[in-house]
């Protein structure tokens, strides 16, 4: 278990920093995920459809699957099935659009949940400022680290 930084000391960010908020909030988000069936992948996609608001194109919910993961379509199109098999997802075949079904808005609910007041809690230690900052900063750092990964 890590222990909280001293408020003295002097954090840099760098990726084993990055890795270790990474870890931490996986670890949240897993704990919420126990006894679901559902893994990481899974939950990307259904949240990204809950947050579209709006029946969402196949298609697009994969390439937006696709993006979030660092994965290619063909692994985001298999994860949109399977939501779609155990019933988290409507498939609309006719139109080749997919919606948040019932039992997903749910899991949505109960996941959202379970995990806000978690990281709620912790980020509520860092003043609103700070937080502004810090997502410019990893903003950057994700937009220069796909530039970079788009050259390979």
């Given amino acids: 278990m ?28 897993a704990r919420a995920l126990a006894g679901t069936e559902l893994n990481r992948n899974h939950w990307v996609a259904l949240s990204l459809t809950a947050s579209a608001g709006a029946p969402l194109a196949v298609d697009e919910l994969a390439v937006r699957t696709a993006d979030a993961l660092e994965a290619d379509q063909a692994a985001a199109r298999a994860i949109i099935a399977d939501l779609v098999a155990v019933e988290l ?3 609309r075949e006719a139109d080749g659009e997919v ?16 995990t806000g007041r978690i990281v709620a809690r912790a ?14 900063v990893l903003d950057t750092i994700t937009s220069r680290l796909d530039e970079e990964l788009a050259r390979a």
């Fill in 2 to 29: 890590n222990t909280p930084s001293s408020p003295t000391a002097t954090v840099t960010l760098d990726p084993q920093l990055v890795g270790r908020a990474e870890n931490a909030h996986e670890a949240v988000l």
């Fill in 89 to 91: 997802l409507d498939g």
């Fill in 123 to 136: 980020y509520s230690a860092v003043p609103a400022r700070e937080l502004e900052v810090a997502g410019r």
């Fill in 99 to 114: 919606t948040v079904s019932e039992a997903g808005w749910l899991l949505v609910g109960q996941i959202r949940g379970a």
